[in-house]
Nanobody, 129 residues
């Protein structure tokens, strides 16, 4: 089990910056990918950015490339912290942002790799025009 707690959401004007944090605890050494997703009212949840814990490679949605940066702090043995630095924010970035982790494992039942997903409760980011 992995527990996730987000912080850092809030209200900001267009062009401003915010940094979201997510503290992961529990079975942190099983985590393969850490990421951020967001959901706006009336829309499906969408990927914002991911970070691979093996090689720290990152992936971003086209809409946030060049403006958002995902990073992590794994110096502590008991928790991981993943950050989302958001710069040059736009009204269309308004959403609830969810921290996510993936744990990949081999299932003897299906003889294939399966994935466990864990989610935080979300942090609201509001960008005013």
């Amino acid at each position: 089990q992995v527990q996730l707690v987000e912080s850092g959401g809030g209200l900001v004007q267009t062009g401003g910056s915010l940094r979201l944090s997510c503290v992961a605890s529990g079975a942190i050494f099983s985590i393969n990918v850490m990421g951020w997703y967001r959901q706006s009212p009336g829309k499906q949840r969408e990927l914002v950015a991911t970070l691979d814990t093996v090689d720290d490679s990152t992936n971003y949605a086209d809409s946030v490339k060049g403006r958002f940066t995902i990073s992590r702090d794994s110096a502590k043995n008991t928790v991981y912290t993943v950050y989302l630095q958001m710069n040059d924010l736009k009204p269309e970035d308004t959403a609830v942002y969810y921290c996510n982790t993936e744990t990949h494992y081999y299932s003897d039942d299906v003889h294939d790799i399966e994935t466990l997903y864990y989610w935080g409760k979300g942090a609201l980011v509001t960008v005013s025009p």
